[in-house]
């Protein structure tokens, strides 16, 4: 296997590993009103998140690195691009991931509420966005050849609009909430639990209309049936149902691993279709950008997949570690005076 | 304004900004690493307490570093698309490593610290923090090793067909002199910034007569460490003005406001230019100084800003080769006093605990609220000078800033993200000051010493730690 296609498998891992672990961050944010009659069901959800958002975020960054460092002309020309949707995805989650440490901070009600739309807001614009911006990527955009002799975007923020891409991004929506909604049935104990099975039934349902059509939309539009595109569209159908099934039947455990197979086998299945380009251009083959022509030196690739071997089964070790550290199941009733906030000196105390 | 302009503003603000928050956080994450290990070792509440009231303070902060690193990661390929294009195969590197290598640890351990109270045993738990602040030094090494290589690139050639620098050995670009250099210089500045916060903050808790048990040696151990980094500091900031002076005179001509090649040069004082900049109107100087600390030779010469802007025409081409003078220059002094003041507190401080003593006297007070501030306020300005006296190149002597921005970006978009990250950015330090005051007003809680947890914790006793 050439080093080009070694990084384009290893980006789609990381882009794998993001979506499903921060695809989940995404759908418990959003969910937080949805599945919360009190206080301390909000505390007892965003526990959930707690030890474990910081760390899922990072896979984010290390695929915009290791975009950076692999493909460099795709990097550039991607977030150069993808300009207005990307600076969206930046503000919510700066926005997010201060309301998580911060929303606690106080008792006040008023203080709360705001950081609780901040969250339900600033989760829901990048789980639909980076739907967006993949399927845009699938299905081609408007790039051309600049003076400098550099592959550019051309198309502006309305080109990125177009409807199959807003269904692209109704599809990672729907399956982040459905996904975040099976991780909390997983992970708190309660009523919450009973909830969030409800809601991943009724959302799993949306996605996976949502999803269907989008795969099949998306194996037309390729230029010649391509037999892995089909395979792999059928498994990622085939795995949402047995995690809806596994949902229906208490088996939450399961549900987790479907779903999560779902999105890997998804996002696996947009890698697919490209490869072994990484942007199509719609303005004609000789503008698209490749593993080829994106791509760095056989040097900086070398170098990169020795640190690549070693340190990624190293973080997978010990980021699988967190998880099994924080494997118990949280309930409301193990957050002692939910109502009052680490800062609250007792006069703050919110009475309710 | 250029689209040019506002990406170099938005450049400017988003990481002058992001660089207040990531000292303290380095500087904070070891010191209060060596709180709980002197709890772990001592079994003293005195040592939990400050490990808890350093460690919420040391939080609040790190929330707002980590979100407005993610911009840093992302703005390269934003406004500077030409730049990303033209340095990815080696600038890309570090980056992906330091994402790799020391973001997953900083961030999974930190989460295992925060919520591991109840769920690790003390051993692991206090192993946590440790492993966080090692992932914060390394990042940091990565970032400054990037960061050495715009302002002294090695180990690579310049590829003219493909119109990019490609990377011929990772070895020398991650261990270049510049880098090292650089990364001995800004992690004690760190430390030292760290310290002053738990310093300031300590002393603070003294004069309002609240926990003095736990503040004296949380004092001490933050104005102890001040003083050691600012040696380390003073050291290798030395070494950096000489690799300076050697690899980038303009700069060092630029700090200096040293308009003519001068042996025996002098340190200047104060210096008033005139507006076209090419000539100084009045100078108070210290002969021979400059000379020493650029060459380590009182007779050394050291070269002007006038005959090295002839030097690079010839060797670059026809252009303007001058930083921003006066920034250059009174960046480089603010950088020194605002640390030299902040030791100076430091060290009336430490002089006064002597014998058991506690610190006392009437300038305590305002100078313990400035010692914050002054050391970021010393780092911002050492970024802003090292950064704009290397202008107008982006890499020295490969690619010019004005060349590294994104071509398909426009004014508007970037006048717009600008004013919303700045916005933004403007509200959350509002709000997290307030959540600072509010943790010092309310000072540290009481703490019991408990038992040693299981691993894992227990599903139904109520949790430490919840968000």
């Known amino acids: 296997m050439s080093l080009e296609t070694t990084w384009f498998l290893l980006i789609a891992v990381l882009w794998i590993g993001y979506f499903i672990l921060e695809g989940f961050d995404f759908g418990v944010g959003i969910l937080l009103p949805f599945v919360s009659k009190n206080e301390a069901d909000r505390r007892a959800v965003l526990t959930t998140l707690g030890p474990v958002w910081d760390g899922n975020e990072v896979w984010l960054l290390v695929a915009g690195g290791a975009t950076f460092a692999a493909f460099p002309e795709w990097y550039a020309t991607l977030f150069s691009g993808f300009y207005l949707p990307l600076f969206l995805i930046l503000i919510s989650l700066i926005v997010r991931g201060v309301a998580f440490e911060y929303r606690s901070k106080y008792g006040k009600a008023q203080w709360r509420q705001r950081w609780d739309i901040a969250i339900v807001i600033s989760s829901l614009i990048p789980a639909l966005l980076w739907g967006v911006a993949f399927a845009n990527i699938v299905r081609g955009v408007p790039l051309e050849k600049s003076a400098e002799g550099h592959i550019e975007y051309v198309g502006g923020f309305f080109n990125l609009l177009n409807p199959y891409a807003l269904l692209g991004g109704v599809v990672t929506l729907s399956v982040f909430i459905t996904h975040g909604a099976i991780f909390l049935s997983l992970k708190t104990a309660g009523e919450i639990r009973v909830r969030a099975r409800a809601i991943a039934l009724k959302v799993g349902l949306v996605a996976a209309l949502a999803a269907v059509s989008f795969l099949l939309w998306t194996n037309m539009m390729l230029p010649a049936i391509d037999g892995v595109v089909v395979v792999l569209s059928l498994v990622v159908a085939l795995s949402w149902v047995a995690g809806l099934a596994m949902t229906l039947r208490g088996r939450e455990g399961w549900a987790f691993i479907f779903s999560a197979g779902t999105i890997l086998t998804f996002v696996s299945t947009l890698f697919f279709a490209l490869y072994p380009r990484v942007m199509p251009s719609s303005l004609g083959a000789a503008f698209d950008l490749t593993i080829r022509n994106a791509s760095s030196t056989p040097y900086t690739l070398k170098v990169m997949t020795v640190v690549a071997v070693i340190m990624t089964p190293l973080v997978l070790l010990y980021q699988g570690w967190t998880y099994w550290v924080f494997r118990k199941r949280v309930s409301a009733s193990q957050i002692t005076n939910p109502e009052r906030g680490v800062l609250d000196t007792a006069s703050h105390i919110l009475h309710q | 304004m250029q689209a040019l302009d506002l990406a170099r503003w938005q450049f400017a603000i988003t990481t002058v900004y992001h660089f207040l928050f990531v000292p303290i956080t380095i500087g904070m994450s070891f010191l209060v690493a060596g709180m709980q290990t002197a709890w772990y070792r001592t079994n003293k509440v005195k040592y939990l307490r400050a490990t808890k009231f350093f460690g919420k303070l040391f939080l609040i902060n790190f929330a707002i570093g980590v979100v407005t690193g993610i911009v840093q990661e992302f703005q390269f390929g934003m406004n500077w698309s030409s730049y990303s294009r033209f340095v990815g195969d080696i600038f890309g590197a570090p980056l992906a490593m ?81 880098a090292l250099a650089t990364f001995f210089h800004t992690i004690p500045s760190a430390i030292f910034t760290g310290g002053a916060f738990i310093a300031a903050i300590s002393a603070w808790l003294i004069i309002k007569k609240k926990d003095i048990e736990m503040a004296r040696p949380t004092l001490k151990l933050g104005a102890v460490t001040m003083i050691l980094s600012f040696i380390v500091i003073s050291v290798t900031g030395d070494y950096t003005a000489k690799i300076m002076t050697e690899q980038q005179p303009m700069k060092m001509a630029a700090a200096e406001a040293l308009y003519e090649t001068t042996s025996n040069a002098p340190l200047s004082l104060l210096t008033i230019g005139t507006l076209d900049g090419t000539r100084s109107v009045f100078q108070i100087d210290v002969p021979s100084v400059l000379s020493f600390m650029a060459t380590g030779d009182v007779d050394g010469t050291v070269k002007g800003i006038n005959d090295l802007q002839k030097e690079y025409e010839q060797t670059y081409g026809p252009g303007d080769y001058t930083p921003n003078i006066p920034i250059a220059y009174w960046g480089f002094r603010l950088m020194i006093g605002f640390g030299a003041l902040a030791f100076l507190f430091a060290a009336l401080v430490l002089w006064q605990m002597r014998k058991g003593g506690l610190p006392h006297g009437r300038w305590l007070l305002p100078a313990m609220i400035s010692m914050p501030f002054l050391p970021l306020l010393a780092n911002s300005f050492g970024w802003i000078f090292t950064e704009s006296a290397r202008q107008p190149w982006a890499v020295f002597g490969l690619i010019k800033t004005e060349d590294g921005v994104s071509a398909v970006v426009s004014a508007g978009s970037v006048l717009f993200t600008m004013i919303v990250f700045t916005l933004l950015y403007g509200v959350l330090a509002f709000i997290e000051i307030g959540l600072v005051l509010k943790v010092i007003k309310n000072g540290p809680a009481t703490e019991l010493d408990y038992e040693d947890p299981q691993l894992g914790g227990s599903d139904s006793k109520p949790l430490v730690m919840a968000y």
């Open chain 2, 98 to 178: 330091e994402g790799l290598i020391a973001f997953f640890l900083e961030s999974t351990f930190l989460g295992l610290w925060i919520f591991g109270w109840d769920r690790l045993p003390k051993k692991i738990h206090l192993a946590s923090i440790w492993l966080a602040a090692t992932g914060t030094l390394l990042s940091a090494y990565f970032i400054l090793a990037a960061n050495a290589w715009m302002q002294h690139p090695v180990g690579y050639v310049i590829n003219v067909e493909k119109g990019r620098a490609e990377l011929t050995s990772i070895v020398e670009v991650l261990t270049q002199k510049t």
